[in-house]
């Protein structure tokens, strides 16, 4: 294979954060309430857990300091920030340059109709209590930052049928220890 | 036997009804501790478990390290359950830059060959969410093998994950260029979606493999047919709209096809048009499609048709309730605003409305996009709008607004007296927010329109008889009383109500000004300064000011004090030459507002005080000029030394106080001047019969003062005389106002001046100099550097 030399047009490195730009990409996604506890954090850039925290705080602090009224995006460091708050969440994406803000409007809201219907009528104590559901929703849904799935329908059948798999997985088990064989 | 395991829900239950901090920390020690023994004891039964709660006490914010390798056990683990949590905290606590993320490369390629789909999905999903270029190059072929699996919900993860692969080892694009080709006949819309973007991905970063995916233009096209015309889909409707996720990725890989080619975007000029006329606007989906349908537009060869077309769906999203889609609007027409400034000049009526939207962020960018529309022939009806704007905007934008105002006005006044008009209007209503460095840049602006010198001074007074608490208007409307004074009081302008002015009455104000504690120091500066020049415009009330100037010569204010002492001077023992040294200003340069323009020959290290010091140099020369000859000619000065050392270099400049302090510190200066052994003098410049010598006093740490005597040999006088300086990057200068710009001829007396420089990294001195000068009728411009600093004056 010949390599190929590439120029990244518009490529840059942020000195303050170490993370390389590309042209367009979701580099992380934040689900937060309104006092400002950090309910789920996805990132899809490699960065410190110190220059997440740092990054986490500024931001939410940023959004939270918002008037309701306010539109939902803003211009933080040189990212677009695209927010809306469902109830006492505030969900809360980072994207580039030459991404498009009212898609991402629409991927977020496409997240929440998937917490719904999951767990019926979501609201923030299910994400409390099921973090790690909500990331596999997320997973099954975005990947690397990109929506992998457009149908509503197909996202929660390959979700019902993980869930299924998980169950045969652990069914077995617990039968057994309750006859005390393990 | 091991300790029973807290079940997660549980934990978390528990963790909540911490009250305090402490508290929680407490818990979440107690229940790491026992994880860690569980892990110590290697025991499989709740390592999942185990590594499930650390997530969520990772998410609170606490260290969770020491889980990571359990994660790649869970990984390991042939339980889907482990699978599945193994792989999300491989997602939260490893990235590339761990090495212990490259151990799960070989988990990953059994898993991406696994029976199970869903297993094969997690594998796909971590890679694409945390594959380092390591893991990636070793995982390519496998990911590029599943993009050809029959099966659909594969293909789909494998695009995505192969679009990670791209981003992170971009020579890896031609492997996947086979596939997507197959891949875009496909039907299904995940598939479709993640094939759109690889290919975007890929054309962004390689230009040949740009031009090799130009030839699948219709193939796009033909898609996008379909999903606009096809009849109500359930499975992808959003809206009314069948997949906006779709629409969109395809419009934005359109557009950089068509980028710079032409074919390319005649092939995809009429779906464009479809698109644009037809999309439903009523809802976020069908708007996220138009706005990347705009901007395709714009980016590509299209017609000017197409292009008038795309302006105007930015026109109607101008008008749209939501606010967020005004934004957007805003943003977009603020890009094309230099490209397609006549299409953009169409919707200035929207544009100037948007100035009264409620929300902060689309007033913001109204403006911006206002100032940019700014033109010749709409100056004055632009600021018929901006003006009001000024007046009620919040208080974030107001000095954006005055700048932008001032620049504009700068740009395309239509006549002096507008110009003058506005810049009274913006100072008046916004005039605390005007930035510093305005002041001087107005007076020079007035100073230059002679002709309305008397209505500039009415118009001032006013203004300050209403109100004092403006600083930058107090001080220019200081400045102009002081300077215009006697046409203040003969009182007769055409423009203006007449209005009977009477000495006392501008001294008042004078007095007042400088009384109030709403007055900056700088301000008093002014006041005091003025109050001085009237002395020699008026008739009767010359001792009033004779004593108001002798009460300050012990005013706490050093400054100040400072500056009585002097003016008592001049009315003491130098009053013959009082009306000369305070005689009108000489017409100033008009000085750009952007101060970078000089910066290049003049820096001294901050920009604002670089610009402050070339103000105030030009602003005050002939009084302190004057002031120094005095003392000069007679050695020692009479005036008692004020205590005023030399201003520390970090005082910031405004307006005159750079230079007011310079002349208590060049006073010293021509003290120090006199070498009190230490470091050796350098001639610095000698050419054509101008030599300019230096002379060093170190002040305490990195701070020199260098005092340099400019003389001339010729037989003719050199007029106009200016010095300026540049030093290394890391050196601060700071340039005191000169003696004055006459250096006489043969040799009969010198012009000095002096330069504080801060060294604090001690580099190697080395000074460009910019001199000019006029001599028998000619002027004489000249550049020259100086390296024979002493090793003293800077080591």
């Keep these: ?182 | 036997m091991a300790p029973s395991s807290v079940k997660l829900q549980e934990l978390i239950r528990v963790i909540r009804t911490a009250k305090t901090q402490a508290e929680e920390r407490g818990m979440i020690q107690k229940e790491c501790a026992d994880i860690r023994s569980a892990f110590r004891d290697e025991d499989p039964a709740f390592r999942c478990r185990n590594v499930a709660k650390l997530l969520y006490m990772h998410m609170l914010g606490y260290p969770a390290h020491f889980g990571q390798m359990e994660c790649l056990k869970l990984i390991a683990s042939p339980r889907f359950t482990d699978k599945r949590v193994g792989y999300l905290g491989a997602m939260l606590l490893l990235d590339e830059r761990h090495d212990a993320s490259l151990l799960i490369t070989n988990s990953i390629k059994n898993d991406l060959n696994h029976s199970s789909q869903y297993i094969q999905g997690l594998a796909l999903c971590t890679l694409g969410c945390m594959g380092s270029p390591e893991m990636c190059r070793d995982l390519a072929t496998e990911v590029e093998r599943l993009l050809k699996a029959s099966n659909s919900y594969i293909k789909k993860k494998a695009a995505l994950a192969a679009v990670h692969i791209v981003r992170k080892v971009p020579e890896l694009i031609e492997l996947f260029i086979p596939a997507t080709k197959r891949l875009l006949g496909e039907k299904n819309h995940g598939v479709l979606h993640g094939t759109v973007i690889l290919i975007t991905e890929m054309c962004e970063r390689s230009p040949d493999t740009l031009r090799k995916y130009r030839k699948v233009v219709p193939e796009l096209v033909q898609i996008m047919k379909g999903l606009i015309m096809s009849g109500y889909s359930p499975e992808h409707n959003v809206a009314g709209i069948s997949d906006p996720f779709l629409q969109v990725r395809i419009l934005c890989l359109l557009r950089i096809l068509g980028h710079h080619d032409g074919d390319a975007s005649e092939a995809m000029n009429d779906i464009l048009a479809q698109v644009a006329t037809n999309t439903d606007t009523s809802k976020n989906a069908g708007n996220a499609i138009l706005y990347e349908t705009v901007l395709t537009i714009m980016d590509i060869r299209s017609e000017s048709g197409l292009r008038v077309l795309a302006v105007n769906i930015l026109g109607r999203f101008l008008l749209n309730n939501d606010k967020n889609i005004r934004y957007i609007a805003m943003m977009s027409l603020l890009k094309m605003v230099q490209t397609d400034h006549n299409a953009v000049q169409r919707h200035r009526g929207t544009i100037v409305d948007c100035l009264k939207d409620t929300d902060a962020s689309v007033k913001r960018k109204a403006l911006d996009l206002s100032l940019a529309l700014v033109n010749a022939h709409n100056v004055r009806s632009m600021m018929k709008e901006l003006l009001p704007f000024l007046d009620n905007c919040p208080p974030e934008l107001r000095s954006d607004c005055a700048s932008g105002v001032f620049l504009a006005a700068e740009k395309f006044a239509p006549s002096k007296r507008w110009h003058i008009d506005t810049i009274l209007r913006v100072l008046t209503t916004a005039g605390s927010f005007v930035r510093d460095e305005t002041v001087p840049n107005l007076i020079v602006l007035i100073t230059n329109a002679s002709e309305l010198y008397c209505y500039t001074v009415h118009k001032l007074y006013r203004a300050v008889l209403n109100d004092i608490s403006q600083q930058p208007l107090v001080q220019v409307a200081s400045w102009c009383i002081g300077e215009y004074g006697d046409l203040l009081l003969t009182g007769v302008c055409e423009d203006v109500e007449p209005m009977q002015v009477t000495e006392d009455e501008v001294l008042d104000v004078l007095e007042t000004l400088l009384q109030s504690h709403m007055s900056s120091p700088a301000t008093r500066a002014y006041a005091l300064t003025a109050l001085m020049k009237l002395s020699t415009r008026i008739r009767d009330n010359v001792d009033r000011i004779r004593k108001v100037v002798s009460i300050y010569g012990s005013c706490i204010d050093v400054e100040l004090q400072q500056r009585a002492v002097e003016y008592n001077a001049l009315f003491k023992k130098y009053d013959h030459m009082r009306s000369a040294v305070l005689e009108r200003m000489p017409l100033m340069e008009k000085g750009s507002p952007n101060h970078n323009d000089q910066s290049a020959l003049i820096s001294n290290g901050e920009r604002e005080g670089g610009g402050e010091t070339q103000g105030g140099v030009k602003l005050q020369p002939p009084v302190a000029s004057q002031t120094m000859d005095l003392l000069d000619l007679i050695g020692v000065p009479d005036a008692s030394l004020p205590e005023a050392l030399p201003q520390p270099l970090s005082q910031p400049l405004t307006g005159q106080t750079g230079i007011e302090s310079s002349v208590g510190g060049e006073l010293l200066d021509l003290l120090g001047g006199i070498d009190f052994g230490g470091i050796p003098s350098i001639t610095a410049y000698n050419k054509n019969g101008l030599s300019l010598e230096f002379s060093f006093q170190r002040e305490q740490g990195s701070l020199l003062t260098i005092t340099l005597q400019a003389r001339n040999s010729t037989a003719s006088d050199m007029t106009e005389f200016i010095f300026q300086a540049a030093v290394p990057k890391t050196v601060q200068l700071q340039l005191q106002a000169p003696s004055g710009d006459v250096v006489p001829a043969m040799n009969r007396g010198s012009v000095s001046q002096s330069i504080l420089i801060n060294n604090p990294n001690r580099v190697a001195l080395k000074m460009r100099l910019r001199l000019s000068y006029s001599v028998q009728g000619s002027s004489v411009q000249d550049v020259a550097e100086v390296s024979n600093f002493p090793a003293q004056a800077w080591q």
């Design chain 1, 1 to 182: 294979m010949d390599s190929i030399k590439i120029v990244l047009c518009g490529a840059a490195v942020n000195k303050a954060l170490h993370v390389f730009h590309s042209l367009s990409q979701m580099q992380f996604m934040l689900l937060f309430s309104r006092q400002g506890k950090l309910r789920l954090q996805k990132w899809y850039v490699p960065l410190s857990d110190k220059e997440k925290k740092k990054i986490t705080r500024e931001l939410v602090q940023t959004v939270l300091a918002r008037k309701p009224k306010m539109c939902s995006f803003l211009e933080w460091r040189d990212l677009k920030i695209v927010y809306k708050r469902y109830a006492s969440l505030y969900f809360c994406c980072a994207i580039e340059d030459q991404d498009n803000e009212l898609i991402t409007l629409e991927i977020i809201h496409r997240y929440v109709e998937l917490l719904d219907k999951y767990f019926g009528s979501v609201c923030e104590l299910d994400i409390i209590f099921n973090f790690e559901k909500a990331y596999f929703i997320l997973d099954e849904f975005l990947l690397g930052g990109e929506a992998q799935e457009t149908s509503k329908k197909n996202v929660l059948k390959a979700i019902e049928q993980a869930d299924l798999l998980q169950e045969e997985a652990e069914t077995p088990r617990s039968v057994l220890e309750e006859i005390g064989l393990t």
